[in-house]
């Protein structure tokens, strides 16, 4: 167990933000992980995943944990379902991968999401209708103080809208190590009324999908809109879709009666930030090395170089100028370093 000195982050950020830390230690076993926590108590730290979901503004004066712990294995099985363990260090898209390759349904929705296991929880991700809450059964994690191990249930997780009991009570104190999940065997519940799906199902000339097929049109459609953070650094939407009240929807309908919606309850209305976000002509703008994507208003990207600092102010601004024009605050999906 090695631990460096002034190491650069740049390759441990999606959005390519060169910044440096002050220390850094890459984890690959749970024996590691207590150990460190251990000997390093008296030291401030930084846990990191797969750095999907940050933006860093500044250099971390603190001991970089990256967690790198893999593995995934079936754990129980019914003629139905099954239930997973993946290790917190394993990628988030390769793991939809495998259980694809195996027939488990249940995540061929969250398809292409960038990051790390290990912070699905935390963010509970989602996407084209499906969150991680739905197919959740527990995780195992470490406390960062005492170094003992808990478990926790879906119950205990508290999850919501990109939320979760380790961004609110219990931020910063566990460290998540493993997750389990049931995924389907068999009669899959496939999810297609959200998004695009189907009109992409129907332009590839399929009637009867699998979740292969769901889990392609995903990429396909993904991919058109989003870009890899290998070729333009990106952290993918930066911001929350916001909900509003039903009454609130009513009064932006008549100003805008464009305006898109996904009903949540009686009383309650989700917007879609992108909209949001185009209609407040921002969407390809570009500011030298950074600036909005141009197939994606969501999305805030590095061209190249660019600051963290800089494109923390073009958040700022976006969020300023929508509420402005719409009284809708839309809150940062990424974490602000």
Request: charged share 20%; hydrophobic share 40%; glycine share 8%.
């Amino acid at each position: 167990m090695t631990i460096g000195k002034n190491v650069s982050l740049k390759s441990f950020n999606t959005f390519g933000i060169e910044a440096k830390a002050k220390s850094f230690c890459n984890i690959t076993s749970t024996e590691n992980l207590k150990r460190v926590l251990k000997e390093q108590h008296s030291h401030p730290l930084f846990i990191l995943g797969g750095g999907s979901n940050m933006l860093l503004t500044q250099d971390i004066e603190a001991l970089v944990l990256h967690i790198n712990l893999k593995g995934i294995e079936v754990v129980n099985e019914t003629k139905n379902t099954v239930t997973i363990n993946a290790m917190a260090g394993e990628n988030w898209h390769n793991f939809v991968l495998w259980c694809l390759d195996h027939n488990y349904g249940g995540i061929e929705n969250m398809s292409l999401i960038p990051g790390n296991i290990g912070t699905a929880p935390i963010q509970n991700i989602g996407a084209y209708g499906v969150e991680l809450k739905d197919v959740f059964v527990s995780c195992e994690a470490i406390h960062i103080r005492t170094q003992t191990t808990k478990i926790f249930t879906k119950s205990d997780c508290k999850f919501g809208y990109r939320e979760s009991v380790f961004k609110q009570d219990l931020k910063g104190e566990y460290i998540i190590t493993s997750v389990n999940l049931e995924l389907t065997k068999n009669n899959h519940s496939l999810r297609m009324d959200y998004g695009a799906i189907q009109a992409e199902l129907e332009t590839l000339n399929i009637t009867n999908p699998t979740i292969q097929d769901i889990s392609n049109a995903v990429i396909a459609i993904r991919q058109s809109k989003l870009p890899d953070p290998n070729d333009i650094g990106n952290s993918g939407s930066f911001f929350k879709n916001p909900i509003i009240s039903a009454q609130q929807f009513k009064q932006l309908q008549e100003n805008f009666p464009e305006v898109p919606s996904y009903k949540i309850s009686d009383k309650e209305v989700k917007v879609p930030a992108g909209w949001l976000i185009e209609k407040a002509g921002f969407k390809g703008k570009r500011f030298n090395n950074y600036g909005v994507h141009n197939k994606q208003a969501l999305v805030l990207v590095n061209y190249g170089n660019a600051n963290g600092i800089d494109i923390y102010k073009l958040a700022q601004l976006i969020q300023t100028t929508v509420k402005r024009l719409f009284n809708i605050f839309i809150e940062t999906e990424v974490n602000i370093i």
